[in-house]
């Protein structure tokens, strides 16, 4: 491994997609510094079977959680995966998405 890079935000969970491996799909609405707001997806392989377990015991369509998601990057490319996660909140009638982050300079 030459570097490894953990990035932790707020996503709301979209689906848990079975398989080998196991994705989880998230979205993450984003600010953009003219106002406008952008909806970020993501899908990531969720490798440690312990994570997996605990993913579907406590996160289901529509929850916001916290994830910690990793990319190892070595000479051969890259591979990026859910390390961790932790629930936030479980979903409120007629919210459908977190609150906005915002990117871009200030």
């Known amino acids: 491994m030459i570097r490894r890079e953990e990035v932790t935000s707020k ?29 970020i997806t993501q899908k990531v392989a969720v490798l440690d079977a312990s994570v997996l377990h605990r993913l579907y015991e406590n996160a289901n369509k529509g929850d916001e959680i916290e994830v910690t998601i990793v990319t190892e990057w070595s000479k051969n490319g890259y591979s990026t995966y859910l390390f961790d996660f932790r629930p936030i909140s479980a979903p409120t009638e007629g919210v459908t998405s977190p609150t906005p982050v915002t990117v871009g300079a200030s």
Request: hydrophobic fraction near 40%.
């Open 11 to 39: 996503v709301e969970v979209l689906d848990i997609i079975a398989g080998e491996p196991t994705y989880l799909l998230t979205a993450q609405r984003a600010a953009r510094p003219d106002g406008k707001v952008r909806t």
